[in-house]
């Protein structure tokens, strides 16, 4: 089983930086670990993910070249570092986790709300 507690969002302007962390309880080391935003009205989509070894990770075009997802499976966390945000990207923002080769995340954190002023 695992757990997963996000932290670090908040409010911030146009342009800025946050960076959300996920400290995940349990064995999530042959896990593919995701951030997964669902914007007010929209589905949630998934905007960055890293496998296991980290020698694979998976950004949303929109945020390419921005965001970066890293994991540090001996300390047990995941981090989203998202520069030059945007306000389309409000939202709230989950990690989750995998197996690798499922299609679906089957953990889930409770969220962390990120607010991205014009």
């Known amino acids: 089983q695992v757990q997963l507690v996000e932290s670090g969002g908040g409010l911030v302007q146009a342009g800025g930086s946050l960076r959300l962390s996920c400290s995940v309880s349990g064995d999530f080391s042959t896990y593919v670990m995701g951030w997964l935003r669902q914007a007010p009205g929209k589905e949630r989509v998934v905007v960055a993910a890293i496998a296991w070894t980290a020698s694979y990770t998976y950004y949303e075009d929109s945020v390419k070249g921005r965001f970066t997802i890293s994991r540090n499976n001996i300390r047990n966390t995941v981090n989203l570092q998202m520069n030059n945000l945007k306000p389309e990207e409000t939202g709230v923002y989950y990690c989750?986790?995998?197996?690798?080769?499922?299609?679906?995340?089957?953990?889930w954190g409770q969220g962390s709300k990120v607010t991205v002023s014009s």
């Open positions: 989750a986790a995998k197996r690798g080769g499922d299609s679906d995340y089957s953990f």
